[in-house]
């Protein structure tokens, strides 16, 4: 019973912020590594974002800078923190969870929309 709940999602402005919250349950949350996804119709699922037990964080280039990825394990819950946001980060985003170097393709929850447009 793997389970993410993303939220935080909405209409901004490009330059705008936005803050993503992505709640998990149905397991141990700690021992987990946690990514951030998103999603434009009719492609390939992207990460842009990870967090791993180490607090070591990666980005993927176009979101590099502007971006941040954080975790609160008594919340069970990831972040994403954006800002300087842009039309092309438009899409649906989502998170899910890995164990060493593997990222998991299951689970999925509904995503939140992200759509930055003036």
């Known amino acids: 019973q793997v389970q993410f709940v993303e939220s935080g999602g909405g209409l901004v402005q490009p330059g705008g912020s936005l803050r993503l919250s992505c709640v998990a349950s149905?397991?141990?949350?700690?021992?987990?590594?946690m990514a951030w996804y998103r999603q434009v119709p009719g492609k390939q699922r992207e990460r842009v974002a990870t967090?791993?037990?180490?607090?070591?964080?990666n980005y993927v280039d176009s979101v590099k800078g502007r971006f941040t990825i954080s975790r609160d394990d008594a919340k069970k819950t990831a972040y994403l923190q954006m800002v300087s946001l842009k039309p092309e980060d438009t899409a649906v985003y989502y998170c899910?969870?890995?164990?060493?170097?593997?990222?998991?393709?299951?689970?999925w929850g509904q995503g939140t929309q992200v759509t930055v447009s003036s």
């Open positions: 967090i791993i037990l180490g607090g070591s964080t």
């Open positions: 899910n969870r890995g164990y060493g170097s593997v990222w998991s393709d299951a689970n």
């Open positions: 149905g397991y141990i949350f700690m021992n987990y590594n």
